[in-house]
């Protein structure tokens, strides 16, 4: 592959989590690294070879790094292909996500992660990484090769959706994972709470006729999961943190010192459960959307601190699998291209600082699984996104690039337009006109 | 209650005007929820309703005001007592009257609900009556036909016709159901007749109560515009109507309640409980009844006292009434 031709991004608004600057500066980029950084002062006299993009004051950030998409790649490929999910992630500013391992087959292999790795070696339109998972099928019963899948470039195992109920597989994991320093991504969810329901248990659900979950769910297997976390050590992801109540627990064990992070989803950042309305399937995702009073708890754990990253949760699901009644439809929702201007939303509306923002969706999740792109530094990976921080933007579902076009953002008016998309030192994305 | 039947020669004209004097579109295209209707088309909807009982107790119950139309019930779960109820109302209005039930025929191998609506909407039913065994199945389908859409019990959601039968049987015996209050016992945790209910009632100025174990009460029912009790005595006290509502067998063992023992000596209508409620009360069911689990025999079938047989006619009338007037509104708007 011929070398890119150096970049030179000036005129931008710098923002870079690892030093906490945000301000007016530059890159310049050259041979898939970050090999400059101006910050508030030009760049000297560039040589002649390297291309000069004028920024214009966008805000040009480390490209997102998203830790929880799922693709159908391989088994249901008519839901998305890596190459597709790619694409996606190309013009929603992620210039590397992490795919699931419930596929068909599961990710629970070292042979399946090679085979996910290799086919992303071909696509160049962003890092595709690899979840492997923690139990055999992810049926939560026996340990998977943790250790081989590792080897073979598994960023961290985890059962997805699957929440390991039994507790004693749990502490195993826990504690064999340790001897690797791998990390576990687990979504507590009580399981005998949770049977059947489709929408969370209170006033709305109980309106509606939906069956239901009570959030209590999810803060039951929490607790259960820090109280092993506490015996055995290891490290757990908290996957999409719900409820208010959860935050509590995940306070307590944090201020314990446990290796404990948390991950919160755009969709429950965005929406509440009357985004339901009248059985709209496209806002059916797991776990189900939750209240106001969770999701005003949510961002203010996300502007503390409390919560450590922001995940798409990207889910593609075709409209057969959507246009159903609302407790037989698939959850998910599709959120690559849309996680960026979403977020975005939390920073227009003073909620949360930019930059904090800007953190929970690079260099957090870089620390997490040990990456050393999200930041912007002499050295970096030149992984990067452009972005005109104001342009108002309206979601079309129709025009999204994944497969599936299941985006309950569909219609919704945002601000914040990806200009530009570098992976690796490449311009994978450039917005038209 | 029955037995006083007008005279067999009763000239069916004079009947029929009534019928369509007070003829009027109903307010939406479909009938999905309770909800749809405000309290003057309510009270203009039982009004209809009121002149079908009187033509329906004739010896000729045959009119043409659905001639032409068809409807179809699309029944994705049993229920012959609803089945059989439109059927008898689509026919007696001379409207070309289609069963499906989709679960036994081959229509729906594979299918998904919205395929369903599509091949179905091909063959242009005017009317067409849905149950489904998920909430807010009805409203999906009624996204994707032409014709009017109603709703004959989407899951745990809504049962609008029931209410409004219920509410033509509660005029009849009260005279009015403005000022009434109603105890509605029992499952209301999984029942669409109280959803439908509770809305329909507050619509016609009725006070509602709630009554049932707290396993079987839906979350935060109080800001429902309810007030909620979990002692059925003090939930009927003074009462001047107890709406029993059906208990599924598959909920009573161990699930929700201990056992059907228990469940009938706290929560099942005796003549002890309803002793509490007002001293002319009267006691009303949706059908079918479990007796023995939530009502006694000696109250069910006490003709002074219980409604439950004159809701089924009240039943025939009422959607007489439904289905006349969204096709008067299809008729209006050219369809």
């Known amino acids: 592959m011929n070398t890119p031709q150096p970049l030179a991004l000036i005129n931008a608004r710098l923002v870079d989590p690892e030093s906490g600057y945000d301000g007016p500066g530059g890159v310049i980029v050259s041979e898939g690294v970050i090999s400059d950084v101006a910050k508030g002062r030009e760049f000297g006299k560039l040589s002649k070879n390297v291309r000069v993009v004028d920024c214009g004051g966008a805000m040009l950030a480390p490209g997102l790094i998203d830790l929880r998409v799922k693709t159908g790649e391989p088994g249901a490929e008519t839901k998305e292909t890596l190459a597709s999910a790619a694409k996606a992630a190309a013009a929603g500013g992620v210039t590397s996500f992490v795919v699931q391992p419930d596929t068909d087959p599961a990710v629970d292999d070292p042979s399946v992660v090679d085979f996910i790795l290799r086919r992303s070696r071909d696509i160049d339109a962003a890092r595709i990484l690899c979840a492997g998972a923690a139990t055999k099928g992810l049926r939560g019963e026996q340990m998977a090769e943790i250790g081989l899948m590792r080897e073979a470039g598994c960023v961290y195992v985890t059962d997805a959706d699957r929440p390991i109920v039994d507790s004693k597989v749990m502490q195993r994991i826990l504690t064999y994972a340790r001897g690797f320093d791998t990390l576990l991504a687990h979504r507590p969810m009580d399981p005998w709470l949770a049977k059947g329901g489709a929408a969370t248990g209170g006033e709305f659900a109980g309106r509606m006729g939906l069956p239901s979950i009570s959030p209590m769910a999810e803060r039951i297997m929490l607790e259960r999961d820090i109280a092993l976390l506490e015996a055995t050590g290891g490290r757990l992801l908290v996957d999409q943190i719900t409820s208010a109540g959860a935050l509590e627990t995940l306070a307590r064990a944090k201020s314990k010192g446990l290796r404990i992070h948390a991950s919160v989803s755009i969709n429950h950042l965005s929406f509440n459960e009357l985004d339901i309305g009248d059985y709209r399937t496209f806002a059916k995702v797991t776990p189900p959307l939750r209240g106001e009073d969770d999701r005003q708890a949510l961002i203010e754990a996300l502007a503390d601190g409390l919560i450590d990253i922001v995940v798409s949760a990207h889910a593609p699901a075709p409209a057969e699998d959507k246009r159903l009644p609302y407790d037989e439809a698939a959850p998910g929702a599709v959120g690559l291209e849309t996680l960026l201007p979403a977020l975005l939303s939390l920073y227009h509306d003073e909620r949360v600082p930019l930059i904090d923002l800007i953190r929970a969706v690079t260099l957090a999740p870089a620390a997490l699984i040990g990456l050393r792109s999200g930041r912007i530094a002499p050295g970096a990976p030149a992984d990067l996104v452009l972005c005109d921080l104001d342009a108002p933007v309206i979601i079309n579902a129709d025009k999204l690039l994944s497969k599936s076009k299941n985006s309950p953002f569909d219609g919704r008016r945002l601000q914040g337009h990806v200009l530009m998309t570098i992976v690796d030192g490449r311009v994978v994305h450039r917005a038209e006109g | 209650m029955t037995a006083k039947a007008p005279p067999a020669h009763h000239d069916p004209a004079e009947a029929i005007d009534p019928i369509l004097k007070r003829m009027f579109s109903f307010p939406r295209r479909h009938f999905l929820s309770a909800a749809d209707l405000n309290a003057p088309q309510a009270t203009d909807l039982l009004d209809l309703a009121d002149a079908f009982v009187a033509f329906n107790r004739q010896t ?139 809305s329909l009632l507050h619509t016609l100025g009725a006070s509602v109560r709630l009554v049932g174990p707290p396993t079987l009460m839906p979350a935060q029912a109080e800001r429902w515009g309810v007030t909620v009790h979990h002692d059925m005595k003090a939930g009927i006290a003074g009462a001047d109507v107890v709406m029993m509502l059906r208990l599924q067998l598959e909920r009573m063992q161990g699930a929700f309640v201990p056992s059907t023992r228990e469940y009938f000596r706290f929560y099942g209508l005796d003549r002890e409980k309803l002793a509490k409620a007002a001293p002319k009360a009267k006691v009303m069911h949706p059908g079918p009844m479990n007796r023995g689990v939530e009502i006694d025999s000696d109250v069910a079938d006490d003709p002074e006292i219980s409604l439950i047989q004159d809701q089924v006619e009240m039943g025939v009338a009422a959607r007489m009434a439904v289905l006349a007037s969204l096709a008067h509104r299809l008729e209006e708007h050219g369809q």
């Open chain 2, 60 to 198: 000729s119950k045959s009119l043409d005001i659905l001639k032409g139309r068809t409807l179809m019930n699309l029944f994705f779960e049993n229920s012959t007592r609803t089945q059989s109820s439109f059927e008898i109302a689509g026919k007696r209005l001379g409207a070309d009257v289609v069963n499906m039930s989709p679960r036994t025929s081959s229509i729906t191998k594979g299918e998904t609900l919205i395929d369903t609506a599509v091949t179905l909407n091909a063959m242009r039913p005017d009317l067409l009556v849905v149950r489904h065994a998920s909430s807010g199945a009805a409203s999906l389908l009624s996204q994707k036909v032409s014709g009017s859409v109603i709703n004959a019990g989407d899951g745990q959601h809504e049962h609008p016709t029931q209410a409004v039968l219920d509410a033509l049987s509660i005029r009849r015996a009260f005279g009015r159901v403005s000022g009434l209050t109603v105890a509605i016992c029992g499952d209301v945790l999984h029942s669409r007749v109280a959803r439908s209910n509770v």
